[in-house]
């Protein structure tokens, strides 16, 4: 980890630390490193010393937990040996950019949906704010298919939880619905248990999409709520 931690300095722009930090304002353990450079260490690191590197208890900055995750999602491994490194991973989660940089990189899901769906099942009931967050957006980047769209819905509608990083990440994977199944997400709008924030954030998002004709726009911008 020192010798990772060297090179996460040797690559720090410092500029680039002021922007991220500016986009993650409560993270203070920043360095600077951008993600393209995070993504070839990761590979690296899950090349060469995977297994020393998942179970150093020494993960501090932001590009440690970034590349935590990263390396979860490169290295080739049994799904059960993934999801008990995930379980070390999920509680390190502390903003949103590691959350759904991360999740964007577990592609192995793709090939382990029904298993993958029952492990996000007890983050999908944690009342911590970026553990839900976590199940959120995992289930809007791999479930939004015509299997389960029908429970994601369901899902989503149940949520109810204060922080606003959960609220946000139901309307940005509210809004990637209806470019997928626009009567289904219709539906949704017309009937459920969503807040007000997150209901017109939903649609907000949909608004600033550039997937969505205009025709449909007029037809969203009508249903926010007052």
């Known amino acids: 980890m020192e010798d990772i931690r060297k090179s996460l300095f040797e690559l720090q722009d410092k500029e680039y630390q002021k922007f991220q930090s500016g986009l993650c304002p409560d993270v203070n353990n920043i360095i600077g490193v951008r993600i393209p450079d ?21 993960v501090e900055f932001y590009e440690e937990k970034m590349l935590y995750g990263f390396v979860i999602g490169y290295k080739k491994m049994e799904l059960s040996q993934r999801l008990i490194y995930l379980d070390k991973f999920v509680p390190m989660i502390d903003n949103w950019a590691i959350c759904d940089c991360c999740t964007s990189t577990f592609k192995f899901v793709k090939n382990n949906l029904e298993e993958v769906w029952s492990y996000l099942q007890k983050y999908l009931q944690s ?21 389960y769209i029908d429970r994601v819905f369901k899902i989503y509608d149940e949520i109810h939880h204060t922080g606003y990083y959960v609220k946000m990440a139901i309307a940005w994977a509210i809004s990637n619905a209806y470019i997928k199944f626009p009567d289904k997400t219709m539906k949704l709008l017309k009937n459920n248990h969503l807040d007000d924030f997150t209901y017109n954030k ?3 998002k949909m608004l600033e999409s550039f997937r969505i004709e205009k025709d449909e726009k007029e037809t969203l911008r009508k249903m926010k709520r007052k």
């Not at 995070?38 to 020494?58: G, V």
């Open 38 to 58: 995070l993504r070839k260490i990761a590979k690296k690191i899950a090349s060469e010393n995977t297994i020393e590197f998942l179970e150093n208890e020494q």
């Open 127 to 147: 009342k911590q704010e970026f553990e839900l967050r976590f199940a959120i957006i995992m289930l809007m980047d791999y479930y939004l298919t015509d299997e």
């Open 202 to 204: 939903s649609i907000q």
